[in-house]
T-cell receptor, first 115, second 111 residues
Framework: ETGVTQSPTHLIKTRGQQVTLRCSSQ?????VSWYQQALGQGPQFIFQYYREEENGRGNFPPRFSGLQFPNYSSELNVNALELDDSALYLC??????????????FGPGTRLTVT | QKEVEQDPGPLSVPEGAIVSLNCTYS??????FMWYRQYSRKGPELLMYTYSSGNKEDGRFTAQVDKSSKYISLFIRDSQPSDSATYLCATTKGSNYQLIWGAGTKLIIKP
């Protein structure tokens, strides 16, 4: 069983640019959630995808968008990058089932630096 | 007021000590509580989760929830230097069970 993988590991972008982050969910998991973790803080929920549809969104502007593909992998896109977007972006996968707590399993994250 | 509050530390204890990590939360409707461990520059790793009030034990780790005081705890017995990490508490919110997190407590176990 493979765990959650994310790519790239680290990237540096300039303010105003666009970026795409990728996530492959754990085998058998059909739900992907994205979180932003600023340095020294807990993660903040961005949005969740379930069976290719957005299933909830946190307090993030529309320039944060996402996709989920038929194989349940996912992308996070951020347009018009701002300095405050510098953070660790975490992807978590889960398999909601009756009586489940929606346990979420995280990838290693993508560290984005905006200069 | 943040929905989940957690002292960021750092908390430094000698090897072998019992460690107590704590969080408080604001919404009495929260029911599921998780503890994650995060090593530097890595993703969070799920340690334990509990539902409602009570205790749950897994090896050297015990998670405790007191819903009357909205207080959650993680105890680590016989602490090891390899336990040095940031420990994050979280709870679930909404029908999609999105995670609401504390800030994380940095724990340092001194050999």
């Amino acid at each position: 069983e493979t765990g959650v993988t994310q790519s790239p590991t680290h990237l540096i972008k300039t303010r105003g640019q666009q970026v795409t982050l990728r996530c492959s969910s754990q085998s058998g998991h059909n739900t992907v959630s994205w979180y932003q973790q600023a340095l020294g803080q807990g993660p903040q929920f961005i949005f969740q995808y379930y069976r290719e549809e957005e299933n909830g969104r946190g307090n993030f502007p529309p320039r944060f968008s996402g996709l989920q593909f038929p194989n349940y992998s996912s992308e996070l896109n951020v347009n018009a990058l701002e300095l405050d977007d510098s953070a660790l972006y975490l992807c978590a996968s889960s398999f909601p089932s009756s009586g489940s707590t929606y346990e979420q399993y995280f990838g290693p994250g993508t560290r984005l630096t905006v200069t | 007021q943040k929905e989940v509050e957690q002292d960021p530390g750092p908390l430094s204890v000698p090897e072998g000590a019992i460690v107590s990590l704590n969080c408080t939360y604001s919404n009495s409707a929260f029911q599921y509580f998780m503890w994650y461990r995060q090593y530097s520059r890595k993703g969070p790793e799920l340690l334990m989760y509990t539902y409602s009030s009570g205790n749950k034990e897994d090896g050297r780790f015990t998670a405790q929830v007191d819903k009357s005081s909205k207080y959650i705890s993680l105890f680590i017995r016989d602490s090891q230097p390899s336990d040095s990490a940031t420990y994050l508490c979280a709870t679930t919110k909404g029908s999609n069970y999105q995670l609401i997190w504390g800030a994380g407590t940095k724990l340092i176990i001194k050999p």
